[in-house]
């Protein structure tokens, strides 16, 4: 039986695994299968699901994996035995089966974190998956049918990092298509830091401010949310918002299967990884995306929890779990270059370069290359097995 590299999940980080362990097994000659397990054969662009129209924000890999040769197993991963190096899951069939591997590169991703206050988990949209994204999408279409009110009008977006500062800045303008050119729009940004844009660092906090006040989007600062109910949020200061649609975008945490492998975590579950992304502890397990804790450069930084470096990592992963297994030298993870470039709705968007995020574009310059990153660059190769297996080198910087 071929020895098997076994990916799971089909995010950034697991397309990305995939293709590199299948670019080093070509260039090796080796006989060795790699199969990726996931719900379905389809790259879910996560970034873009604060947009409107989130249905079209997905890209088809089934043709990409028979160019390639991967082989896609459809299904649901629900447990992991180290020790017997097996993966359960559930498959389309909706019965429980399980996987061997010889290596397992594990990119299952991050979950969005809600915290246990009242009404949270009940009453909270959120742009974490497609599925959320959609169902919120629903939610602003059908307010139109509502009587105007100020909490119909009304939109609280909870969290002010990166993905509730998109999420709000567009919001007035996804409104108003839907609401009326018209309406008196009241979107506000809840967040704990006592800064405008303070978690997205000093340097754009000021653009960010000014973006928030053309756009008429507002902030709530210095207090948490203490609950919320089907017809507002109340915070921890006694302040109450009436609105019909909150959204949670106060951070998120690692796949629930990250704790199934014995093996030091950091706060948010991600698992910590060596340079090479092999998972402490573990002689056959990496981890990549949103599921590995990885150290960037020499100098204290670490991955985020963004496509950025789940495409790097990935690449890494896949590599150096074929190197493992093919006994030959690993190519060592490194992404010192860090950029960010932030929507921000109708106003444009800020397009930053260093870990102290030094603007370099901004308005409509900015937006111009948001929406390249967001249409193009992020999107997985042609179904072309020379053309997939070039961009899979590990060597390629995401951003040059």
């Known amino acids: 039986m071929k020895q098997q590299i076994l990916i799971v999940g089909a995010g ?16 090796q000659g080796a006989d060795a299968a790699v199969a990726l397990l996931a719900p379905q054969a389809e790259l879910r662009i996560r ?8 249905a079209g924000t997905t890209a088809p890999l089934g043709a990409l994996f028979d160019a390639v040769g991967v082989n896609f197993i459809q299904g649901s991963a629900t447990g992991i035995d180290s020790q017997a190096r097996r993966v359960r899951y559930t498959g389309a ?15 299952t991703g991050s979950e969005v974190a809600r915290p246990a206050a009242a009404g949270i988990d009940r009453h909270t949209f959120d742009v974490d998956s497609l599925e959320s994204a959609v169902e919120l999408e629903r939610h602003l279409h059908a307010l139109a049918a509502l009587p105007e009110s100020p909490a119909r009008n009304t939109v609280v977006v909870v969290g002010g990092g990166f993905t509730g500062i998109e999420t709000a800045t567009e919001m007035p303008g996804r409104l108003r298509a839907i609401l009326g050119e018209e309406t008196a729009l009241n979107v506000i940004i809840v967040d704990p830091g006592q800064r405008i844009g303070a978690a997205m660092g000093d340097s754009i906090a000021e653009i960010i401010a000014h973006a928030s006040e053309t756009l008429g989007v507002s902030w709530r600062l ?8 089907e017809n507002g949020v109340t915070l921890a200061n006694g302040e109450r918002i009436e609105t019909r649609t909150v959204i949670w975008a106060a951070g998120v945490k690692a796949s629930p299967l990250t704790a199934q492998i014995d093996a030091p975590r950091c706060p948010r579950g991600r698992l910590h990884v060596d340079r090479n992304l092999k998972v402490l502890g573990q002689d056959e397990i990496y981890a990549t995306g949103d599921t590995a804790y990885a150290a960037t450069d020499d100098l204290g930084n670490h991955a985020l929890m963004t496509c950025q470096h789940a495409i790097s990592l990935g690449r890494s992963a896949g590599n150096n779990a074929a190197a493992d297994l093919l006994g030959v030298a690993p190519i060592p993870y490194s992404q010192p270059k860090y950029v960010t470039c932030l929507d921000l709705g109708g106003w444009g968007a800020v397009y930053t370069e ?9 308005g409509e310059e900015g937006k111009q290359l ?17 053309v ?13």
Request: hydrophobic letters at 45%.
């Open 370 to 386: 948001k929406t390249q990153i967001n249409t193009q660059w992020i999107y997985p190769p042609a179904a072309d097995r020379a």
């Open 93 to 107: 069939d909706g019965q429980s089966h399980e996987l061997p591997y010889d290596r397992l590169v594990l990119a």
């Open 12 to 27: 950034f980080g697991g397309l990305w695994s995939a293709l590199s362990a299948v670019r080093l097994l070509d260039r």
């Open 354 to 362: 260093g870990w102290d995020r030094q603007v370099k574009l901004t």
């Open 47 to 54: 970034p873009r699901f604060y947009e409107h129209n989130v």
């Open 222 to 229: 210095g207090a948490p949310v203490s609950s919320v109910d």
């Open 388 to 400: 997939a297996l070039a961009a899979a080198d590990p060597l390629i910087p995401v951003v040059a």
